[in-house]
């Protein structure tokens, strides 16, 4: 949520681009408006069936430390009795000494991500639920690097130009087909038209379900196959007629 506070200028005050040409003190407030972007409503249940999955979700963003913990508990990503440890300063040199084994989630600021080892950087992104603030598009492709040299298959959704990078190193790059760039659908591998989290979940859906019935689908026709191979093999290795013929 941003918020915006308005005070009365005097009539002779001239504005200008120039910075600090505004008076900052003995100001009368007049009023304070809040806008807010909030999330969609069926997003906490797509996250939900994505936990019960094992598909774990990162929410990578370039707001505030505060907006995006408050966001990612409203929609169920962090929970209300997790143990979340605060990354938010480059300077925390007690970061190594911590006793990660105490925290269920982590909310890193992208300036602190320059500043952890390798082996720390691995140990936030393996944590329960993984939360990164002011992030650049250069912080984004590193914690995409990092979590493949892990052994995950990453997914990324992007919508602007910047994000174009991170969708080609990713291994599905998902972009908005409705409010992304031109420059972001054609680096993407699937282009999402209604712009819906939730869309992506239901496609994982699908795409096991098909995966299911092709195993089920190749164990069977092994299955009643292998009386029919199993002699013909034999008859060639040894010798033998064919068993079964045309006439």
Not at 187 to 216: C, H, P, W
Request: charge should be negative; include cysteine.
């Amino acid at each position: 949520m941003a918020t915006h506070c308005f005070t009365p200028a005097s009539p002779d005050m001239k504005f200008s681009a120039e910075k600090g040409n505004f008076p900052t003190e003995d100001l009368c407030f007049v009023g304070m408006t809040a806008t807010m972007d909030p999330p969609r409503d069926d997003v906490p249940e797509a996250i939900q069936k994505c936990n019960d999955a094992d598909v774990k979700v990162f929410m990578v963003t370039g707001d505030y430390p505060l907006t995006t913990q408050a966001i990612a508990r409203e929609i169920g990503l962090l929970n209300v009795n997790d143990n979340v440890l605060n990354l938010l300063t480059p300077s925390m040199g007690h970061i190594g000494k911590l006793d990660w084994s105490g925290y269920d989630a982590a909310v890193t600021h992208g300036a602190v991500i320059g500043h952890l080892t390798p082996q720390l950087f691995n140990t936030v992104l393996s944590m329960k639920q993984v939360v990164f603030a002011r992030t650049t598009p250069q912080h984004k492709l590193e914690i995409v690097r990092a979590s493949q040299e892990l052994g995950e298959c990453v997914g990324v959704t992007e919508d602007d130009v910047n994000g174009a990078p991170v969708l080609k190193q990713a291994d599905v790059g998902v972009a908005m087909g409705t409010n992304g760039s031109d420059v972001a659908r054609e680096a993407a591998d699937i282009i999402l038209m209604d712009d819906n989290f939730s869309t992506i979940v239901r496609g994982i859906e699908q795409g096991r379900t098909i995966y299911g019935n092709l195993k089920k689908k190749t164990g069977y026709t092994l299955t009643h196959l292998w009386p029919e191979i199993a002699p013909a093999t034999l008859n060639l290795a040894f010798g033998m007629p064919a068993a079964l013929t045309s006439l």
